[in-house]
Every structure is written in C-alpha cells, then in structure tokens.
C-alpha cells in the first residue's frame, strides 16, 4: 500500500523547475504533501482530496489524477530554501491511516 | 513556544537502559502521534492518541510503552531496545483524529542512538 515516489533524489540550479510524483496501486482518497529540511520537522505543504481542486502557493503547486491514483508536485523557478527531503502521504479511504513514501531529495544549488 | 517541542533531541542508551521521550504541543490540538523515521524509508506510524484515549497501535515491541496524561503531552518510554531502534522519532498533533481534514504538526524529532 505504501505510495511509491519518484525520482529518489534530483539536483538542480536555482530557477530550474521540478516534478515530484507519487503513485499509488490503489485508489486514493487524498494525496497530503510536506517537505523536511535537514535536522527540522516536516511541514506540510498541501492536501489534495479526491475530486478537489488542483492546489498551490506561491510557485509550489500539485495536482491529483484520479484514474492514474498520481499525484504531482510541481515546484517552479525554484529557490533554495525548497531544498529538502519532499514526502507524499497517501489515504485510501476516509478511515484508514496515511501511509507514506520514502521520500524525494531535492538539492537546490546556486 | 514552537508549536510542538520534543525533548531530549539527542539521546544515546545501552540496551538495558531505561528512558523516555517526551513531547509538548501548544497548540491546543487533540490528536498526538508517535512516528519512527529511519534512513530511506517511509514514516512509520507508532502511536495515536486522541483526547488521550490510544486509537492506534502499529504492531509495536512492548519495549515501546507510550503514555498520554493529558492533551498537551505525549511520553514514549524506551526499555530493552535494540540497536535497529536507532533512528529519529518524531512527535505529531493535529486539531483532531482524522488525517483526511488536516494537517499533522510534526516536531524536531529525537535521535536515538542504541549501542
């Protein structure tokens, strides 16, 4: 059940634009996105519930595909404060728990 | 105060040892969670308490023994470990029990280390 991300780590230059995907085998309910800086706590980012709008703020911003069960991050002219470790939390039914991906390492470098 | 303070944020024990981390969160929530996060893989949920009632219990060694008093603390107490508990647990709260309606409020964690 555990949501499967990719890629595992990305490096880019500042400005550069990123995809982070995160796929499930099952149907999801919501997609709850957060980002973990080095030796910080994660913070959440956004959720995306299932026949929801496309979500964002700033130049960060996701979207949730119902029939692939993907949800993507989408990071724009990135600066390096995005720099992190990027998870996807993944619910499947409005009673289960969220189940989580490994992770995504995005090295911003200027 | 930061919204949710774990502490120690280090700590380093024997296997026979006995001790305990704690958590606060100030943010008035009613949900508390424990969470293990080793290198490279998912978060592992441990615990969840709502209005200090356990709601969920991942399986979890009985050398890991949690203990909610009230709303606003979350103790996990640590006996007989093993070296493959070293990793960083972190401590979460929310407004309420369900994950779908909001967000989780993670602290800095604490890194434990099992010689």
């Known amino acids: 059940q555990q949501p499967v991300q990719s890629p595992q780590a990305v490096i880019l230059r500042e400005g550069e634009d990123a995809v982070i995907n995160c796929s499930s085998s099952?149907?999801?309910?919501?997609v709850h996105w957060y980002r973990q800086k080095h030796g910080e706590a994660p913070v959440f980012l956004m959720i995306?519930?299932?026949g929801g709008e496309q979500k964002g703020h700033d130049k960060i911003s996701a979207s949730f595909n119902e029939k692939k069960q993907q949800s993507s991050l989408y990071l724009t002219a990135s600066q390096l404060s995005y720099s992190g470790t990027y998870f996807c939390?993944?619910?499947?039914?409005?009673?289960?728990?969220?189940?989580w991906g490994a992770g995504t390492k995005l090295i911003i470098k200027p | 105060e930061t919204g949710v303070t774990q502490t120690p944020r280090h700590l380093v024990m024997g296997m026979t040892n006995k001790k305990s981390l704690k958590c606060e969160q100030h943010?008035?929530?009613?949900?508390m969670y424990w969470y293990k996060q080793s290198a490279k893989k998912p978060l592992e949920l441990m615990f969840v308490?709502?209005?200090?009632?356990?709601?969920e219990n991942n399986s979890v060694p009985s050398r890991f023994s949690p203990e909610c008093p009230n709303s606003s603390h979350l103790f996990l107490h640590l006996h007989t470990l093993q070296p493959e508990d070293s990793a960083l647990y972190l401590c979460?709260?929310?407004?309420?029990?369900?994950?779908?309606?909001?967000?989780?409020?993670f602290g800095e964690g604490s890194r434990l280390t099992v010689l």
């Open positions: 979460a709260s929310s407004p309420g029990r369900h994950w779908v309606s909001g967000e989780l409020f």
């Open positions: 943010l008035g929530h009613n949900a």
């Open positions: 308490y709502s209005l200090e009632e356990r709601v």
């Open positions: 099952k149907a999801l309910y919501s």
């Open positions: 995306l519930l299932k």
């Open positions: 939390g993944t619910i499947i039914d409005s009673n289960y728990q969220l189940i």
